[in-house]
C-alpha cells in the first residue's frame, strides 16, 4: 500500500491559527489584552514556574509566552527554551555563592532558633483556603490601596543584609559529611550541551531537575515521600530571594553586579548514615546527616523542596543500586522534563496513517488466519 | 564618588529612554568606535550548591555586552564596557558610554554622575522593601515561649 | 549607536558561511568574498563567520593583532589543540594539529591558510575526489610545499585529519580531508 500524501492542510492549520487567536480576544466589548507587568506581578508564582521551567531568567518573555500560550504552562515553557536555543552562549559566570542572596522568605523546620532568625515573607502557608469571594469585585481604588496601605506601615526591626547557613552550624557540630575543599577545575555537566549519557554526575541531575516540570518532579518525590524511599527529610533551611549576578569588569577585572535572578533554594536533612569511602568501606568515622539540595529560578517551594528530596533519594540510589523509581537516576531524569514529555505526548495527534493502516492490514490478516483455521478445523 | 562596580547595578534601573537621552546628547559630536563586538546573547549561571559545596549550572540569563573607545573632539580618549543582564545590546552600548564618561571624567560626567545616585536611591528604595517584607514576618518565638511556661525547650 | 563593519553584521556572517560551504563542497573552486571589509583583514572576516566564545583559535604566526583577538571573542589556544589555526602559508608548518579520533573525526582543527593570490601562480596542484569532476587545477602563489606534505601525513588515517581554507586578499577555496591533491 503507497503513502497517503497528506494535502489540503494549509488552510485547516492557517484557520487553526486564528481560532486560537480569537479565542484569546473574544469576551464583551470591555475586554483589554493582557500587560506583562499583570502577568509578572498577579500571576507571580504561574511567571516563576515558566522562567524555571523554560531555562532561562527573562522575566519579560516569561510574561509574553504565558500570554501567547493562554496559560498553558507547558507550551510556555516550550516557547521560552526555543528562545534561548536561538541565542549566542557569551559567557559562563564564575561560581555564585547563595549565601549572598537578598532573602525575602526564609524558614526551618529542623531549628526554631536559626541565626538571622525565621522570616515567613510572602506565603500561603498559613492562609485559609476559602475563596476570597470580595476579590471577584476587586476595584482599582481597593486594588491601589492595597500596596499603600502597607507602604505606609514603618518597620524598625534591623535586619542585615546576609543571613548564615543553617547547615553551617550543623556542619560545625560535626553533624554532617565535612565538605572537601576540592580544588576540582571540572566543568559542572552542561545539559544544554550534552545529552543525558548514564550514568550522570550530580551536577547533571541536579541541571536536569533545576528547570524540570514541576508536576511530575513533585509526583516522583511524593512517591518517596510516601514509602517508595527512605528519606525522611526534614528541611534544614528554605530561602527565597534575589541573587546578584556578578561578572568581571572586562576592562577591570573587578566583579561586577550586572543585574539580580529571583531564586527558591532548599536544603534537606535526610536520615543519618555511617560514612564509606569509594570503595564502600566503612570509613570507622560517625555516622552523619545525608543531605539533599534544590534550587530553581523563581519562587517555587513545592519545587525546591521535591528537588532536594530527589537529590537525596537520587545519591542513595546511585551509592546503594535504586530499589524504588525515585531513586533510579534514568526513571526521574528522563521522565521530569516537561518539554520532552509534552513534545511525545502531543505527537501521538500527529498523523500516524501510515502506521496505523499497516496495523489495520496486519490485524485482519491475523483475523482471516484465525477464521481459516476454524473452518479447517 | 561612588565605586565603578556599582555603576551598571546603579544605572540599570533608571527607565532605558532617560539613560539613552543623556548618553546620545553627551556624545553627540564624539567618534564611539567599538573595540569589541557589542553583543546580545545568554550567559550560563554557575552557583555553588551548599550540601556537598558542588558546581552545577542553574540556568541561562540574559545578557549583553559592549566594549568601546571613545575620542572627543578635544582629543581626549577614553574606553568603557559593560556587561548587564538585560536582552538589549543598545543598553549595553550606553552602559558602556557612561563607563567610559564616568572613569575618565569626560565633559558632562557630572551628569552621569547624578544618574548613577537616583539608580543608588531606587537600589535602595528595593532593599527597604524587601527588609520590611522580613521585618514584618519575623517571627517571635519569645512569645511562644512565655505561652509555654514550665515546658523544656530543646534549642538547638 | 555604535558602527560596526558590516563584515561583522549577520548578513556578511551568513553570507560568509553559505560561502564557505560552497567552498567546502566544491573543493578547489575559487569564491569571492561578498564584503572585503575596508579595515580589516580578509582572515578576520572568515573567522568571524566560524569563532565563537565555545571554540577555538591558533595563531601561531602572529597575525592577528591583540584588538582582532578582541572583536573575535573567541578562546586563545596553543595550535596543538585549537579547533581553528590560522596560518602564514609561505611560513614552514611546525605543529601537529588535532586529528580527531575514530570516534569523533570532526573534533580537529581547521586551517585557515592565508595565501598570497589564489588561481595564479608556480604552485599547481592536482585535485581529485568528492565534489570534482574528473579533476581540478588549483593554481596559488605564497604557499610552501611542505604545507601538502604535512597534510598528506596528517590525513593518512582517514576520517581523522585537517580541512584546509585558503585565502588571498578577495577570495577563498577549500581543500577538505576527502580531497586529493597531487602536486604537478
Given at each position: 500500500m503507497g503513502?497517503v ?12 491559527k486564528q481560532?486560537?487567536d480569537?479565542?484569546r480576544t473574544?469576551?464583551n466589548e470591555t475586554?483589554?489584552?493582557?500587560d506583562?507587568?499583570i502577568?509578572?506581578?498577579?500571576l507571580?508564582?504561574l511567571?516563576?514556574?515558566?522562567l524555571s ?17 493562554q496559560g498553558?504552562?507547558l507550551?510556555?515553557?516550550f516557547a521560552?527554551?526555543?528562545?534561548r536555543?536561538?541565542?549566542p552562549?557569551?559567557l559562563e559566570?564564575p561560581?555564585h555563592?547563595t549565601s549572598?542572596m537578598r532573602i525575602t522568605?526564609?524558614i526551618?523546620s529542623?531549628f526554631k532558633?536559626i541565626?538571622g532568625?525565621?522570616?515567613l515573607g510572602a506565603?500561603?502557608?498559613?492562609h485559609?483556603?476559602l475563596?476570597?469571594m470580595?476579590l471577584?469585585?476587586e476595584?482599582p ?11 505606609e506601615k514603618t ?8 543571613f548564615?547557613k543553617?547547615?553551617?552550624?550543623l556542619r560545625a ?5 565535612p565538605?572537601?575543599?576540592?580544588t576540582?577545575?571540572?566543568?559542572p555537566f552542561?545539559i544544554?550541551?550534552?545529552p543525558?549519557?548514564?550514568p550522570?554526575t ?5 541541571a ?5 516540570e514541576q508536576g511530575?518532579?513533585?509526583a ?19 530561602r ?6 556578578c561578572?568581571?569588569h572586562?576592562?577591570t577585572?573587578?566583579?561586577c553586579?550586572?543585574?539580580?535572578v ?13 560514612q564509606n ?5 566503612s570509613?570507622n568515622?560517625?555516622p552523619?546527616f545525608t543531605?539533599?539540595?534544590?534550587a530553581?529560578f523563581?519562587h517555587n ?7 532536594a528530596?530527589?537529590?537525596?533519594a537520587l545519591?542513595k540510589g546511585?551509592?546503594d ?6 531513586e533510579?537516576?534514568?526513571?526521574v ?5 516537561g518539554i520532552d514529555?509534552?513534545g511525545?505526548?502531543?505527537?501521538y ?6 502506521t496505523?493502516?499497516s496495523?489495520m492490514?496486519r490485524l ?11 473452518s479447517?478445523l | 564618588?561612588?565605586?565603578r562596580?556599582?555603576?551598571i547595578?546603579?544605572?540599570?534601573t533608571?527607565?532605558f ?20 563586538l557589542p553583543?546580545?546573547g545568554?550567559g550560563?549561571?554557575k552557583?555553588k ?6 558546581k ?9 555586552s ?6 572627543t573632539?578635544?582629543?581626549l580618549?577614553?574606553e568603557g ?14 552602559l558602556a558610554?557612561?563607563?567610559a564618561?564616568l ?6 560626567w557630572?551628569?552621569?554622575s547624578?544618574?548613577?545616585e537616583?539608580?543608588l536611591?531606587?537600589r535602595?528604595?528595593t532593599?527597604?522593601d524587601?527588609?520590611?517584607m522580613?521585618a514584618d514576618t519575623?517571627v517571635d518565638?519569645?512569645l511562644?515561649d512565655?505561652?509555654?511556661?514550665g ?5 538547638n | 549607536?555604535l558602527?560596526?563593519?558590516p563584515?561583522w553584521q549577520?548578513e556578511a556572517q ?6 564557505l560551504?560552497?567552498?567546502?563542497s566544491y573543493?578547489g573552486k575559487y569564491?569571492?568574498?561578498n564584503y572585503v571589509?575596508?579595515d580589516?583583514p580578509?582572515?578576520?572576516t572568515i573567522?568571524?563567520t ?7 583559535l591558533?595563531?601561531p ?8 583577538w578582541?572583536?573575535?571573542q573567541?578562546k586563545?589556544e ?10 602564514d602559508?609561505?611560513q614552514i608548518?611546525?605543529f601537529?594539529p588535532?586529528?580527531g579520533?575514530?570516534?569523533s573525526p570532526?573534533?580537529?582543527a581547521?586551517l585557515?591558510l ?12 592536482k585535485l581529485?575526489g568528492?565534489?570534482?569532476k ?5 593554481n ?6 611542505k ?8 590525513n ?5 585529519g585537517v580541512d584546509f ?13 576527502t580531497?586529493?591533491v597531487e602536486?604537478n
Amino acid at each position: 500500500m503507497g503513502y497517503v500524501a497528506i494535502k489540503g492542510g494549509d488552510q485547516a492549520i492557517e484557520g487553526s491559527k486564528q481560532v486560537f487567536d480569537y479565542l484569546r480576544t473574544r469576551n464583551n466589548e470591555t475586554a483589554t489584552p493582557l500587560d506583562n507587568n499583570i502577568i509578572e506581578n498577579q500571576l507571580r508564582l504561574l511567571h516563576s514556574r515558566v522562567l524555571s521551567e523554560g531555562g532561562v531568567y527573562h522575566p519579560r518573555l516569561a510574561s509574553l509566552a504565558i500570554k501567547q500560550s493562554q496559560g498553558d504552562t507547558l507550551e510556555a515553557a516550550f516557547a521560552l527554551r526555543a528562545f534561548r536555543s536561538t541565542q549566542p552562549r557569551l559567557l559562563e559566570t564564575p561560581v555564585h555563592d547563595t549565601s549572598n542572596m537578598r532573602i525575602t522568605r526564609r524558614i526551618s523546620s529542623a531549628f526554631k532558633d536559626i541565626s538571622g532568625g525565621q522570616m515567613l515573607g510572602a506565603t500561603t502557608d498559613y492562609h485559609l483556603r476559602l475563596m476570597r469571594m470580595d476579590l471577584l469585585d476587586e476595584s482599582p481604588e481597593k486594588f491601589r490601596a492595597i500596596t499603600k496601605q502597607w507602604l505606609e506601615k514603618t518597620s524598625i526591626k534591623e535586619i542585615p543584609d546576609t543571613f548564615p547557613k543553617v547547615l553551617d552550624s550543623l556542619r560545625a557540630e560535626g553533624l554532617l559529611p565535612p565538605v572537601e575543599q576540592k580544588t576540582d577545575t571540572q566543568s559542572p555537566f552542561d545539559i544544554t550541551r550534552e545529552p543525558l549519557i548514564f550514568p550522570v554526575t550530580r551536577s547533571a541531575a541536579l541541571a536536569t531537575m533545576t528547570r524540570a516540570e514541576q508536576g511530575s518532579l513533585l509526583a516522583i518525590a511524593y512517591s518517596n515521600m510516601r514509602g517508595y524511599g527512605d528519606v525522611h527529610p526534614t528541611v534544614a533551611e528554605l530561602r527565597v530571594g534575589y541573587l546578584p549576578v556578578c561578572l568581571p569588569h572586562p576592562i577591570t577585572g573587578e566583579l561586577c553586579e550586572i543585574g539580580e535572578v529571583e531564586i527558591t533554594e532548599c536544603e534537606v536533612v535526610a536520615m543519618y548514615e555511617e560514612q564509606n569511602d569509594d570503595n564502600n568501606n566503612s570509613k570507622n568515622n560517625k555516622p552523619t546527616f545525608t543531605l539533599g539540595y534544590g534550587a530553581c529560578f523563581g519562587h517555587n517551594e513545592v519545587k525546591a523542596i521535591s528537588m532536594a528530596i530527589l537529590d537525596r533519594a537520587l545519591q542513595k540510589g546511585i551509592k546503594d543500586g535504586p530499589s524504588n523509581p525515585s531513586e533510579d537516576p534514568e526513571f526521574v531524569l528522563l521522565h521530569v522534563d516537561g518539554i520532552d514529555s509534552m513534545g511525545f505526548c502531543t505527537h501521538y495527534k500527529m498523523p500516524h496513517y501510515v502506521t496505523f493502516q499497516s496495523d489495520m492490514d496486519r490485524l485482519r490478516a491475523t483475523q482471516e488466519n484465525s477464521n481459516a483455521r476454524e473452518s479447517s478445523l | 564618588m561612588i565605586q565603578r562596580t556599582n555603576w551598571i547595578s546603579a544605572l540599570k534601573t533608571l527607565p532605558f529612554n532617560e539613560l539613552l537621552a543623556t548618553t546620545t546628547e553627551l556624545s553627540s559630536n564624539w567618534t564611539l568606535r567599538p573595540k569589541s563586538l557589542p553583543q546580545s546573547g545568554l550567559g550560563m549561571l554557575k552557583i555553588k550548591e551548599s550540601a556537598f559545596n558542588e558546581k552545577f549550572y542553574l540556568g541561562e540569563f540574559c545578557l549583553s555586552s559592549a566594549w568601546l573607545e571613545v575620542t572627543t573632539p578635544e582629543g581626549l580618549v577614553a574606553e568603557g564596557a559593560a556587561q548587564v543582564m538585560d536582552d538589549r545590546v543598545e543598553l549595553a552600548e550606553a552602559l558602556a558610554l557612561c563607563d567610559a564618561i564616568l572613569s575618565a571624567q569626560l565633559p558632562g560626567w557630572e551628569q552621569v554622575s547624578t544618574m548613577v545616585e537616583k539608580g543608588l536611591s531606587l537600589r535602595e528604595a528595593t532593599r527597604t522593601d524587601r527588609k520590611k517584607m522580613l521585618a514584618d514576618t519575623q517571627v517571635d518565638f519569645s512569645l511562644l515561649d512565655d505561652a509555654d511556661k514550665g515546658q523544656e525547650h530543646v534549642s538547638n | 549607536m555604535l558602527a560596526i563593519d558590516p563584515s561583522w553584521q549577520p548578513e556578511a556572517q551568513q553570507a560568509n558561511f553559505r560561502l564557505l560551504l560552497d567552498a567546502m563542497s566544491y573543493p578547489g573552486k575559487y569564491l569571492n568574498l561578498n564584503y572585503v571589509p575596508k579595515d580589516y583583514p580578509i582572515a578576520l572576516t572568515i573567522l568571524s563567520t566560524l569563532l565563537d566564545a565555545q571554540v577555538s583559535l591558533a595563531d601561531p604566526h602572529k597575525l592577528l593583532k591583540d584588538e582582532d583577538w578582541l572583536m573575535l571573542q573567541t578562546k586563545s589556544e596553543h595550535q596543538d589543540n585549537a579547533n581553528y589555526i590560522l596560518c602564514d602559508a609561505s611560513q614552514i608548518p611546525d605543529f601537529t594539529p588535532k586529528l580527531g579520533t575514530l570516534k569523533s573525526p570532526e573534533q580537529s582543527a581547521t586551517l585557515i591558510l592565508v595565501v598570497d593570490t589564489l588561481g595564479v601562480g608556480e604552485l599547481q596542484l592536482k585535485l581529485t575526489g568528492a565534489g570534482i569532476k574528473d579533476h581540478k587545477t588549483l593554481n596559488v602563489t605564497g604557499m610552501n610545499k611542505k604545507w601538502l606534505t604535512m597534510r598528506n601525513e596528517w590525513n593518512c588515517s582517514f576520517p581523522l585529519g585537517v580541512d584546509f581554507i585558503l585565502i588571498d586578499k578577495t577570495q577563498i577555496a577549500a581543500l577538505p580531508r576527502t580531497t586529493k591533491v597531487e602536486i604537478n
